[in-house]
């Protein structure tokens, strides 16, 4: 068998020397990752180019980090959970701690915001989790385009369908599961305990507290405070419509108050 020329050998022992003496961790991060290199101490997740971006951002991470994820400080560190493109970034510039100590997978666009996902530990859908704090120590399932806006789903532990979920504070400790195209407007299905099918509860307050002793049907209490702090079983279909002009009360809703009888609601300006 012929011996490989000399010059060869030189070349190889050249390149061999050459990687040796590159700075650590140069090979280890695919191109535009782990920015700056500290970005990634203590990561053992795979990452996609551009991943990583920000102070501590993938400090400790476990999770696998797709392409173009996990930007800011903080964005996904102690995460385990992996995350799809473009997912776990900040709206903002100076916004942190995106998926800190996330355990759910997070889908492509999932995850964006300040604080959006922290402490999360259910499966997030694509372009979930949209908003400040949105999805914060969630425990439910997330289906793609749910909660969007400042504080919706944080601390939620049902799940929720698709585009459900819209506004500030939409869903906040909802206990119940909520059904598609449900719960749009500011803290409706607040604190809601019961569940809600398809198309309900859309309307600012429109199922908070609602649904204790009953689930919420389909197209049902639609139209601000529609059933706020109504214990339920609604029928789908029912309950829809605006509050009463005189007395600010929803279409369906249960006053709570400690005198009896009720005061009437102060309308609504």
């Known amino acids: ?10 070349l190889l022992l050249t ?15 695919p191109v535009g990752s782990c920015v700056p290199p500290e970005a990634c101490e203590g990561n053992t997740g795979s990452l996609q180019t551009n991943a990583c971006v920000g102070r ?6 476990s999770g696998n980090i797709n392409k173009d994820a996990c930007h800011g400080p903080s964005a996904c560190e102690e995460n385990s959970g992996d995350v799809g493109i473009g997912g ?38 694509e372009g979930a989790c949209v908003g400040g704090m ?19 789903c944080f601390e939620n532990q049902g799940t929720v369908g698709e585009n459900s979920c819209v506004g500030p504070d939409a869903c906040i400790e909802n206990r119940g599961n909520v059904a598609k195209n449900s719960c749009h407007g500011p803290s409706a299905c607040e604190d809601l305990q019961g569940n809600v099918s398809a198309g309900s509860c859309n309307g600012e307050n ?3 507290s609602a649904g204790s002793e009953g689930a919420i049907g ?25 509050p009463n002009p005189t007395t600010g009360l929803g279409v369906c809703e249960k006053p709570v108050c400690l005198a009896s009888p009720c005061p009437a609601a102060r309308p609504r300006d």
Do not use: W, Y
Request: glycine content about 12%; charged content about 15%.
């Open 88 to 125: 776990c970034v900040g709206l903002e510039v100076d916004d942190e701690r995106v998926c800190l100590l996330n355990q759910g997978n997070v889908s492509k666009g999932g995850c964006v915001g300040n604080l959006a996902c922290f402490d999360n530990q259910g499966a997030v859908g």
């Open 134 to 152: 949105v999805c914060q120590s969630n425990l439910g399932r997330i289906s793609k385009h749910a909660c969007q806006g400042t504080s919706s």
């Open 56 to 61: 501590d951002s993938c400090r400790d991470n």
């Open 218 to 242: 389909t197209n049902a209490c639609n139209g601000n405070r529609a059933c706020l702090n109504n214990p339920g079983p609604i029928a789908a279909g029912m309950c829809n419509g605006d």
């Open 15 to 29: 390149i061999g020397l050459v990687v040796l003496l590159l700075p650590a961790g140069a090979l280890a991060f």
């Open 206 to 208: 429109a199922c908070q």
């Open 1 to 10: 068998m012929a011996r490989p020329p000399r010059a060869l050998i030189a």
